[in-house]
């Protein structure tokens, strides 16, 4: 059974840094597509950033487009995102997730739909 934990989030203010990581255990031979989402007031996914850990395969939202970095720690079976210039409007629980993916032919999906697993989220919280 797939798991997914993630980890640092917390409070800063406007223009600050965090860096989220997720820690996937169990079935850790396969590949997955992996994904940053945080939840919206109206309660959806919002998509962040997503990786194929078999080849880095990365898409990023356009709302955050230049301001986040996604990456994997292979060996460890972790993935960073790393949040820069941080703005109220991103304060949000930041949810991971995966899928099983043998083979991709473009950048995983930033929609939540066909994601599997997903951690349990942990709170990024931006004060002006």
């Known amino acids: 059974q797939v798991q997914l934990v993630e980890s640092g989030g917390g409070s800063v203010q406007t223009g600050g840094s965090l860096r989220l990581s997720c820690g996937l255990s169990?079935?850790?031979?396969?590949?997955?597509?992996m994904g940053w989402f945080r939840q919206t007031p109206g309660g959806e996914h919002e998509g962040i950033a997503t990786i194929y850990t078999g080849g880095s395969r990365i898409k990023y939202a356009d709302s955050v487009k230049g301001r986040v970095a996604i990456s994997q720690d292979s060996a460890n079976k972790t993935m960073y995102l790393q949040m820069n210039s941080l703005k109220p409007e991103d304060s949000a629980m930041y949810y991971c997730?995966?899928?099983?993916?043998?083979?991709?032919?473009?950048?995983?999906?930033?929609?939540?739909?066909?994601?599997?697993?997903w951690g349990r989220g942990t709170q990024v919280t931006v004060s002006s």
């Open positions: 997730a995966a899928r099983t993916a043998i083979y991709v032919s473009m950048p995983c999906s930033l929609r939540p739909d066909p994601y599997t697993y």
């Open positions: 169990g079935a850790t031979d396969r590949t997955y597509c």
